[in-house]
């Protein structure tokens, strides 16, 4: 009975699991498989979509690669990824453990401020700051999105960093501060050591963050060269009313599975540290 | 030299000192990010409500003041109306899915398997690709023409002359009102789903096996289990991970900006695109400032009304 009833237990997991990885994935598999095939193959309703039809070819990577500037972006979307992220630990992660610790009493009311500023929706801030864009001379450069990110990021990762310094014990400061260590230095060398899964959570969200983000992108970026991802490849691939698919599908899919792969290493830890940081706040 | 010696003291001493004062060094680290949102958030915000009373258009974009006039003008178009509706009714049906789906797929991925590695890798994929390319792919995948979706549902004898479906050999999802619905919600489930399922199925597993294993010895059955043990235990991160996808769909254009543009007529527009096809495409700066501060109170009361809530557990 009872091995029996695990028998029907896992074979519901793995039809549920198949179902989800379909549903997740489907979208992908098929992003691989156009990449590689013909417009005399793709453009044909009657054609098995999963299958080719007519020869592969690598045509259209190649006007993806050479012929359009997604490598360009590629580099633009890391280096504008990586700047947000330094400058919002930076700015975060000190204020996030004078919240927790050092204002006192109205830490608490002033965290939950922070997150509020959280839902203040782009589509709102991005007409007043192109205007600021324009003022500081930033715009047509990617610089503006390294201007701009940080405020959407910032408030998020104090947030959830302050959740996640409260959980540290205040004890294991206090000791270290009793051995002559400065309030500072306790903070650098006994809290930030155990704030690896805090640190890493906002590292990952604050780099997801500029790596989806398009309404900044499309309204305050306009030369080819400076954008990134999420705008630039649509602009290029999609001509008035032509739309090159395979070399979009590709471009999709080439970001999809290798950031995919890098997430899917770190998940335990960002996973650790958004729960833990998020109960707390 | 000595001398020298005698400033380093000291000034290592006034260091010190600086460090030492918690209320002081308080201030020093939170100066930094209070600048940033006050200059970058505070003063845009600002800029905005202003532009909501006034009439700036982007050929003429002096402020002069008019009021309310703009959102009582911009409420009394039925494309605001419709967008006020989707926004709330696609948010509402996403997140309900959302959170059932999770639910079962975070028990799932809790049990162990093989390929486990590979199947989570597969499930976290939309949340690793840009919203508008990932989008774009569910633009091929819901074609009007070339769906693969409508390949298999042909292959399968369910769409076609004389099958279940209808004589047409297409379903043209984004071309009908209930279908480019229904598509855009599931593209908003797919892509936050996988950020749903991961913090849940660390919630599940950071509860104490002891609870649960002496639920069983008491002969509670798997659901019983499910929902009066394990649901109560990680109510406050479930709180908090629908406020986070909550926030993100509510707040988001770019899954309807690509997908339908609103269409079809303005039937899937939601507050966010209007006020960008209204603000920017349309050039009325002052009704999209209008529009979108519509999105703020409700996100606002909604955030606060759930924070409140995962509070209260937290302390319970």
Redesign the interface.
């Known amino acids: 009975m009872g091995t029996k009833r695990k028998g029907v237990n896992r074979i519901i997991t793995y039809i549920l699991l198949i179902s989800f990885c379909l549903f997740s994935a489907c979208p992908f598999l098929v992003m691989v498989i156009n990449t590689f095939k013909q417009d005399l193959d793709l453009y044909r309703p009657q054609n098995n979509p999963f299958i080719y039809n007519e020869p592969p070819t690598l045509d259209h990577l190649r006007l993806l690669f050479f012929e359009t500037n997604y490598t360009t972006f590629m580099w633009n979307s890391f280096v504008v990824g990586m700047l947000v992220v330094i400058i919002t630990l930076v700015i975060a992660v000190p204020a996030a453990y004078s919240l927790a610790r050092l204002v006192g009493r109205w830490g608490e009311q002033a965290g939950i401020g922070m997150f509020l500023v959280y839902l203040v929706p782009p589509t709102l801030l991005f007409i007043p700051l192109f205007r600021m864009v324009v003022a500081f001379g930033l715009n047509d450069s990617f610089w503006a999105l390294v201007l701009v990110y940080p405020t959407i990021s910032i408030p998020f990762s104090t947030w959830l960093l302050m959740g996640f310094f409260k959980s540290i014990p205040r004890d294991l400061e206090e000791a270290a501060m009793v051995d002559g260590h400065s309030r500072f230095m306790a903070f650098v060398k006994v809290v930030m050591p155990l704030s690896l899964s805090g640190v890493i959570a906002v590292v990952v969200f604050t780099f997801t963050l500029t790596l989806h983000e398009f309404i900044y992108a499309l309204a305050f970026v306009s030369s080819s060269a400076q954008r990134t991802l999420s705008v630039g490849v649509p602009i290029e691939l999609i001509r008035g009313d032509v739309f090159f698919w395979q070399s979009l599908l590709a471009a999709a899919v080439l970001i999809a599975i290798p950031v995919g792969i890098v997430y899917n290493f770190f998940l335990d830890r960002l996973v650790e540290g958004f729960t833990a940081g998020a109960v707390k706040g | 030299m000595e001398d020298v010696v005698a400033y380093k003291v000291t000034e290592r001493t006034n260091v ?1 000192h600086i ?2 004062r ?2 002081l ?6 100066l ?3 600048v ?2 006050i200059a ?2 505070g ?3 600002l ?2 409500i202003a ?1 909501s009373l006034s009439d700036v258009t982007v050929g003429d974009t002096s402020l002069d003041f008019v009021g309310l006039q703009n959102f009582s003008r911009v409420i009394k178009t039925p494309q605001f109306q419709r967008s006020l509706v989707n926004t709330f009714a696609f948010t509402l049906i996403a997140q309900v899915v959302i959170i059932v ?1 999770a639910n ?2 975070a028990v ?2 809790a ?1 162990d ?1 093989r390929g486990k ?1 590979i ?16 989008t ?3 633009f ?2 819901l074609d009007s ?2 769906s ?1 979706i ?2 298999v549902l042909q292959a399968v004898g369910l769409l076609g002359p004389g099958t279940l479906l209808g004589p047409g ?2 379903m043209v999802y984004l071309g009908r009102e209930w279908l480019a619905m229904a598509s855009v919600i599931t593209v908003q489930v ?1 892509r936050l ?2 950020l749903a399922a ?2 849940l ?3 599940f597993t ?1 509860i104490d096996r002891d609870l649960i294993d002496q639920a069983e010895v008491d002969g509670a059955s798997f659901w019983r289990i499910h929902f009066q043990v394990k649901i109560p235990l990680i109510l ?2 479930l709180y ?1 991970s629908l406020l ?1 996808s909550l ?1 993100t769909m ?2 988001d ?2 899954v309807v ?2 997908l339908t543009r609103g269409g079809p007529v303005y039937y899937t527009q939601v ?2 695109t209007w ?2 096809f209204k ?2 495409e349309g050039g009325s ?1 002052s009704e ?2 209008a529009i ?2 519509f ?2 109170p409700l ?2 009361a909604v ?2 009304l759930i ?1 409140r809530a ?1 509070r209260r557990m ?1 302390i319970n």
């Open positions: 010190r460090t030492d918690e209320g060094l308080g201030a020093l680290f939170l930094p990010a209070v940033y949102i970058l958030v003063i845009p915000f800029l905005a532009f789906l079962i797929l799932v991925l049990e398997f590695w199947a989570r890798m597969l499930i976290m994929l939309p949340w690793a690709t840009p919203i508008a390319l990932g774009i792919g569910w091929w995948f023409k070339f693969p409508d390949w050999r297409h797919w789903l996988p991961v913090i199925m660390a919630a950071s406050p991160i908090i986070f926030i509510f707040g254009m770019v900006y690509v507050l966010a006020a960008y603000g920017i700066l999209g400032a979108a501060l999105l703020f996100l606002l955030a606060i924070l995962a937290e």
